[in-house]
């Protein structure tokens, strides 16, 4: 029988919480399947896949592809799930999180829900958590700033397979993506608290100088039309705030 989600975790070179995301999906049961895509071929995280995986699950280690959108692309191919879910290696979700989520999952919707920040510890346990209720954001605001992180949603597996992650993008894949779905399809808020979003203690490889950040923002409003005049302004102001003074025409 073919699995209710697919859970597909992009690593690199992050064997311990690696285990610790492969582990979090393996408490969902068999209703879960786990398909983990590394684009490189460290011995380390070749054992922590081996030594965490169960036999139905699914580990490639492919040296040549560039980074977390070509693996997610290519677990999305792999997938047998009638639903979609990516991780990042050092996210993690509750025990609990499919049975809190799988009464929301309607098809022909991209599905999401809230989530908690954690700051982990050195030693991988958890530090402080902040949660963080979608609940009282306007779903519109996210073509002005990402407010869903890859693992807070579901992805219907038949619209996943017609929508790619950009692996030409520097930055904001993730936003890309979801914007690509928003265009697509009807987005529904499920009131549940499955996703664990994680900060290292290290400042994270994916700190960005504001130069970089305002051109990635930029470049994601270029690609994705602006609905609304509203909408538009809201663009025109996050930029400012960020130094960059740009007409709303242009968004």
């Not at 070749?46 to 692309?73: K, M, Q, V």
Request: glycine share 6%; with cysteine; aromatic share 10%.
């Amino acid at each position: 029988m073919a699995p209710l989600v697919s859970f597909v975790i992009a690593t690199h070179e992050r064997p311990s919480s690696l285990v610790r995301a492969i582990n979090s999906v393996i408490a969902q049961g068999s209703e879960a399947e786990l398909i983990v895509i590394a684009d490189e071929g460290s011995r380390g995280t070749r054992a922590a896949a081996a030594g965490a995986l169960r036999e139905t699950d699914i580990f490639l280690s492919y040296p040549g592809i560039r980074g977390p959108s070509e693996s997610r692309n290519l677990g999305c191919k792999m997938a047998r799930g009638s639903w979609l879910c990516f991780l990042d290696d050092d996210d993690t979700i509750t025990p609990d999180c499919l049975a809190q989520i799988k009464s929301h999952l309607q098809p022909g919707n991209v599905i999401y829900g809230n989530y908690t920040l954690v700051k982990d510890n050195t030693d991988l346990t958890f530090g402080e958590t902040k949660r963080s209720w979608l609940g009282e954001k306007s779903l519109e605001s996210i073509e002005v700033r990402n407010f869903i992180p890859v693992g807070a949603y579901f992805v219907p597996a038949e619209l996943a397979r017609r929508v790619a992650f950009d692996t030409h993008l520097p930055s904001h894949e993730d936003w890309d993506y979801l914007l690509k779905l928003y265009a697509l399809a009807p987005f529904h808020y499920a009131d549940v608290w499955g996703f664990r979003y994680h900060h290292a203690p290290e400042p994270s490889r994916n700190n960005m100088k504001r130069e970089e950040r305002r051109l990635a923002f930029l470049s994601i409003y270029r690609r994705h039309q602006a609905k609304t005049t509203h909408t538009k302004r809201k663009r025109s102001q996050c930029l400012a705030k960020m130094g960059m003074e740009l007409g709303e025409r242009f968004l």
